[in-house]
């Protein structure tokens, strides 16, 4: 079966970097689309960042702003999140995705931006 699992989140100050992964397997992983999406308290789900299966095409969310950078590695099927200059309001539950004949999701890491 489809199994994501994220690891990375943590504490860091304001300013400070993060790296996030996430293990992916139960598919076939050169097939699909990845994605990363956060959820902060109070709020709905949103996209962080899109990585095609190729990895040729990269996409995120407007509040990115250049932060952020999202790659995969095929030899060990893994997505990474690369987040720099973190401010408190990209604290959130960061969750990888996939959509095949569904959409599943990681149980999601806690990243926390904070004094």
């Known amino acids: 079966q489809v199994q994501l699992a994220e690891s990375g989140g943590g504490l860091v100050q304001p300013g400070g970097s993060l790296r996030l992964s996430c293990a992916a397997s139960?598919?076939?992983?050169?097939?699909?689309?990845m994605s990363w999406y956060r959820q902060a308290p109070g709020k709905e789900r949103e996209l962080v960042a899109i990585?095609?299966?190729?990895?040729?095409?990269?996409n995120y969310g407007d509040f990115v702003m250049g932060r952020f950078t999202i790659s995969r590695d095929v030899a060990t099927n893994t997505v990474n999140l690369r987040m720099n200059d973190l401010k408190p309001e990209d604290t959130a539950v960061y969750y990888c995705?996939?959509?095949?004949?569904?959409?599943?999701w990681g149980q999601g890491t806690q990243v926390t931006v904070s004094t």
């Open positions: 995705s996939v959509l095949t004949g569904q959409r599943y």
């Open positions: 990585i095609s299966n190729t990895g040729s095409y990269t």
């Open positions: 139960g598919f076939d992983f050169l097939r699909y689309s």
